[in-house]
T-cell receptor, first 116, second 112 residues
Framework: DAGITQSPRHKVTETGTPVTLRCHQTENHRYMYWYRQDPGHGLRLIHY???????DKGEVSDGYSVSRSKTEDFLLTLESATSSQTSVYFCAISERTSGGAYNEQFFGPGTRLTVL | KNQVEQSPQSLIILEGKNCTLQ??????????LRWYKQDTGRGPVSLTIMTFSENTKSNGRYTATLDADTKQSSLHITASQLSDSASYICVVSAPYDYKLSFGAGTTVTVRA
């Protein structure tokens, strides 16, 4: 999984509780992403980071926040978890080539989150 | 909105047989198209990547084709093995954009 770890790998929580997922990389890649994967849907981007302390929203960002205080760590926080946030969450990393035309994304192993 | 549609949603094949997966996209302008393989419980792993100028790309028993004019791609699996059982995801990107458009995937089950 290209030097990417996610923690925890599995979590069960209750509605209304805060949850933080961690993504850690050892590749020193500039870009980091959080996706969610649900049956019948493609991977959907939640938030991404283009550098330390530089983040932006993806297509499904409501109810999620992120932080990146170091190059290697990207945190995803659910401030108050809801059942609709039950999903598998993937972190990804990438580094542009010199031309910027390629963007190979490498994915972590995923975190399965269940909100009861 | 850029979309990527994959078909079929799932298929079952016997070990040793061939199969072809389809991907249609509306991303424009277009930079490159990737096929990822995702084993159960794992993250996606890249199989092939093609730019608009490439028509075909192989990776072992996997061969991807691309028709940028019709915005269609296919992934052909030759002489399938049990280890080919996985979800195959088509991913399309625009130039100089680190945000990707993902298909929902085709689940392939190979049976002995």
């Amino acid at each position: 999984d290209a030097g990417i770890t996610q923690s925890p790998r599995h979590k069960v929580t209750e509605t209304g509780t805060p949850v933080t997922l961690r993504c850690h990389q050892t590749e020193n890649h500039r870009y980091m992403y959080w996706y969610r994967q649900d049956p019948g849907h493609g991977l959907r981007l939640i938030h991404y980071s283009y550098g330390v302390k530089d983040t932006d929203k993806g297509e499904v960002s409501d109810g999620y926040s992120v932080s990146r205080s170091k190059t290697e760590d990207f945190l995803l926080t659910l401030e108050s978890a809801t059942s609709s946030q039950t999903s598998v969450y993937f972190c990804a990393i990438s580094e542009r080539t010199s031309g910027g035309a390629y963007n190979e994304q490498f994915f972590g192993p995923g975190t399965r989150l269940t909100v009861l | 909105k850029n979309q990527v549609e994959q078909s079929p949603q799932s298929l079952i094949i016997l070990e040793g047989k061939n199969c072809t997966l389809q991907c249609n996209y509306t991303v424009s302008p277009f930079s490159n198209l990737r096929w990822y393989k995702q084993d159960t419980g794992r993250g996606p792993v890249s199989l092939t990547i093609m730019t608009f100028s490439e028509n075909t790309k192989s990776n072992g028993r996997y061969t991807a084709t691309l028709d940028a004019d019709t915005k269609q791609s296919s992934l052909h699996i030759t002489a399938s093995q049990l280890s080919d059982s996985a979800s195959y995801i088509c991913v399309v990107s625009a130039p100089y954009d680190y945000k990707l458009s993902f298909g929902a995937g085709t689940t392939v089950t190979v049976r002995a």
